[in-house]
């Protein structure tokens, strides 16, 4: 192969739905472009060697494939992120599809989204255990999704204008697996969890038209899902402490994003 490839995927943000959609709920997940995953190669280019994790992934990607090569130059091979690990922007996710792109473009395939989404969860099952394939979903479409495990990721707000969301670092970091491990032992918060989401998409849907009013049924959202959070033992007293600082400063609501235990918080201000 003579050509050479290059993928840029975003990072991704979810406002609800985190944990309980690997049960069945709704979660609305979008891409945040403003932080990103590039993969390049090329066999002009001697660079580094990737991680481990990096090399694993790209081995695994090619053994779902059966793409023999069993002297894959690695060094032509460039992944650079400012995507924070650990920090619920989907860092594993974003490798997961770029490789998944990669792979498939190795392979000579057409570009297929279904099983480019197919081989990204399966590499993301190597990262956090059985992955829900939402965060592979979101930051391949590069659009907003609500997503369920039954249904795959429904596009929707397309054109639609969206609230005034910000995101803060907390400046801690977690781990999915342990943030997975102790929702496990309360997930009576899924009901919960799944009407934050189905609140929030009904808000977003009408936002252009009546944004106080939608903001007003975005902060319920939030506020019940931050709610299960709190509850599933995901947010620390200092993390607290956090967001009632943030809500002081003007925002309307405050919610962890991601797994939990840090990462950031996705805040809500006035649009006007």
Known sequence: MNSSFETRVPAKWVLTGEHSVLRGATALAFP??????NLFYSK???????????????????????ISEPHFNFRNLKVESSIPMGSGLGSSAALCVAVARFALWYRNAKSDLLECLALATHLE????????GMDVTVVAT??????TRKNGGERYLQGGKLPRFELID????????ECVA??????????QMARASEIARAALLSFDE?????????????????SCFESWGLVSPELIKQKERILNEGALAVKMT?????????ALYPSS
């Open 32 to 37: 945040y472009p403003a932080l990103s995953l």
């Open 44 to 66: 002009t280019i001697q660079g580094e060697l990737p991680s481990e994790s990096i090399q694993n992934t790209v081995k695994k990607a090619f053994a779902w494939l059966k």
């Open 125 to 132: 099952d190597t990262f956090h255990g059985k992955s829900s």
């Open 142 to 147: 590069g659009e907003p999704i609500a997503y």
């Open 170 to 177: 907390t400046g801690a970091r977690g781990k999915t697996k």
């Open 182 to 191: 102790l929702v496990e032992k309360a997930e009576n918060l899924d009901a």
């Open 210 to 226: 009546s944004p106080k009013e939608s903001e007003k049924q975005l902060i319920e959202a939030m506020k019940l899902g931050e």
């Open 258 to 266: 991601g797994a939990g235990l840090g990462g950031f918080w996705v």
